[in-house]
């Protein structure tokens, strides 16, 4: 699987969009970027993931450069209960492995 | 559907005693994984099973740890004996067709 890079922390005023960046320079054409959260002494919550196309779901929409080198989350409207951890990654279409990085932590403050 | 329901929620036990972790997937799902996280390494999948087959066992640290999966509705993660350095939250997780998966609540084992 590619390896993913991302800001250790990043903060967010509540009622603002939370835009979390990924850089996945290796990615290769079968693999798809999936984003995960991981909220305080919670399991992992699946949030949304894409192929090329730009997604949009109940939670976050995801945006995926041209190249696909890279990804931006977004959740449009952060809360305080969006305070996770956010781990962006890039698994191959049947996504029977996920590798877990540090991830982002993402504090929204009132 | 009351997703992955896992057993117990917390366990302390003391060094050498076999610890068992339980697992319950979703109903219908075929893929069941099981991962430990600690301070140290992270998230890390130990194990995953297809249709209840063991697919990759690469992640499993060392002979103290076995997993099984009887049916397609329980699974378990064994550690016996048990040291401390195996103090972690354990996740079981669960997939339909390997795509998304659907974690646990976890087990916070401590091992004194």
Sequence with gaps: DAKTTQPTSMDCAEGRAANLPCNHSTISGNEYVYWYR???????????????????NEMA??????????????????????TAVYYCIVTETSGSRLTFGEGTQLTVNP | DAGVIQSPRHEVTEMGQEVTLRCKPISGHDYLFWYRQTMMRGLELLIYFNNNVPIDDSG????????????????????????????AVYFCASSFRGVTQYFGPGTRLLVL
């Design chain 1, 38 to 56: 991981q909220i305080h002494s919670q399991g992992p919550q699946y949030i949304i993931h894409g192929l090329k196309n730009n997604e949009t």
């Design chain 2, 60 to 87: 499993m640290p060392e002979d103290r740890f076995s997993a099984k999966m009887p049916n397609a509705s329980f699974s378990t993660l064994k550690i016996q004996p048990s040291e401390p350095r195996d103090s």
């Design chain 1, 61 to 82: 929409s995801l945006i995926i450069t041209e190249d696909r080198k890279s990804s931006t989350l977004i959740l449009p409207h952060a809360t305080l209960r969006d």
